[in-house]
């Protein structure tokens, strides 16, 4: 209830409380006080409390004028004439006319819709931060993402766990530390890394960066980063080159193009059916196709859970990697000979 003591266990989305803040602001041509905002907008109201100590709420409205400037939409800050240079006498507003789609801009519903199941797609915890910013855009444009468009909104989630917190270091400049763990070596090894991008190449997530003590650029696969990414908040580094995300996809897909693998592949298996969808050329008489892949490693992985449907005809080094696996495997499954009794 509005004007009432703090309610902790109130949780209202922040994409919610940014579009009840933008409809707000936009349905006044004077503007609204910060203490009207606080007590009255959905998102602070339920925290508000009328007799004082709502210095974290000010905060959050704060942080939350930045993100909504931040999404392209004109918030003024407008000075009381009879009170100049009082901050609490000030006043926000959004002016609808510079907040509305230019005249040649139009939307048809089914367009409004899909874009707002695109926004859902991506609200997995690790994109929250972008979805949130996209979804308050698009709920801004006469849309509610939430309704069903097709039956459901599918999700993205992003399952490596060092995922955000190398988001948060990116977005920070801040470098980051982790124990990570080559194929071949028998412990992992600790890395210092400036993170420039993380980018998702063939459904695999990358971190690409300046290694600080090996003194170069390298690119880490996410998967293989073990235990927790550390921030260490001291330590800065200057903004990476434009374009950096482009060219390091760009290199990714040099590197899966150089690299062909010919397959063996059962007729009617999983493996044909799944492998045979990202084929750049095959021979269905002979059960063979032919498929691009950046690191042999992580390919190895991948065809080693087919067993016996896939085998690999050409690279030798991708085929000794799978035996490799395989062998491995075999060798846990083999139960013990039993001890003879003297």
């Known amino acids: 209830?509005?004007?009432?003591?703090?309610?902790?266990?109130?949780?209202?989305?922040?994409?919610?409380?940014?579009?009840?803040?933008?409809?707000?602001?936009?349905?006044?041509?004077?503007?609204?006080?910060?203490?009207?905002?606080?007590?009255?907008?959905?998102?602070?109201?339920?925290?508000?409390?009328?007799?004082?100590g709502n210095a974290n709420l000010e905060r959050q409205f704060e942080r939350d004028k930045d993100e909504i400037r931040e999404l392209g939409i004109?918030?003024?800050?407008?000075?009381?004439?009879?009170?100049p240079g009082d901050n609490q006498a000030l006043r926000y507003r959004i002016p609808k006319g510079q907040y509305d789609l230019p005249d040649e801009v139009r939307f048809t519903p089914d367009e409004?819709?899909?874009?707002?199941?695109?926004?859902?797609?991506?609200?997995?915890?690790?994109?929250?931060?972008?979805?949130?910013?996209a979804l308050t855009k698009i709920r801004g444009l006469g849309i509610e993402p939430r309704e069903p468009v097709i039956g459901y909104a599918p999700r993205l989630r992003v399952r490596d766990a060092a995922f955000e917190p190398l988001r948060v270091a990116l977005d920070r400049r801040q470098q980051v530390r982790f124990q990570y763990l080559k194929p071949g070596e028998v412990a992992p090894?600790?890395?210092?890394?400036?993170?420039?991008?993380?980018v998702l190449h063939e459904g695999r997530w990358h971190l690409h960066g300046l290694d600080v003590d090996a003194e170069g650029l390298r690119t880490f696969l996410l998967s293989r980063i073990v235990g927790p990414v550390e921030i260490l908040v001291n330590q800065s580094f200057e903004a990476p080159p434009e374009g950096i995300q482009d060219r390091i996809l760009a290199e990714l897909d040099e590197l899966r193009l150089s690299n062909a693998a010919d397959l063996a592949v059962t007729a009617g298996s999983d493996a044909e059916v799944r492998l045979g969808k990202r084929a750049v050329r095959g021979d269905e008489d002979a059960g063979v196709i032919r498929l691009h892949f950046t690191d042999v490693d992580a390919f190895a992985d991948e065809l080693a859970?087919?067993?016996?449907?896939?085998?690999?005809?050409?690279?030798?080094?991708?085929?000794?990697?799978?035996?490799?696996?395989?062998?491995?495997?075999a060798d846990a499954h083999t139960a013990p000979a039993p001890e003879v009794a003297p």
């Open 112 to 133: 409004l819709a899909l874009l707002g199941l695109a926004g859902e797609v991506w609200r997995g915890v690790s994109l929250s931060e972008d979805s949130r910013r």
């Open 305 to 329: 859970a087919f067993g016996p449907e896939v085998r690999v005809l050409a690279p030798a080094s991708l085929r000794s990697a799978v035996r490799d696996r395989l062998r491995i495997v």
């Open 74 to 83: 004109p918030l003024e800050t407008v000075e009381s004439p009879d009170r």
């Open 1 to 52: 209830m509005t004007g009432s003591r703090a309610k902790p266990d109130v949780k209202i989305p922040v994409e919610d409380r940014l579009f009840s803040l933008v409809l707000a602001l936009l349905a006044t041509e004077t503007g609204l006080l910060k203490a009207e905002i606080l007590s009255t907008v959905r998102g602070y109201a339920e925290r508000y409390d009328r007799h004082g």
């Open 189 to 198: 090894r600790l890395r210092r890394v400036n993170p420039y991008a993380v």
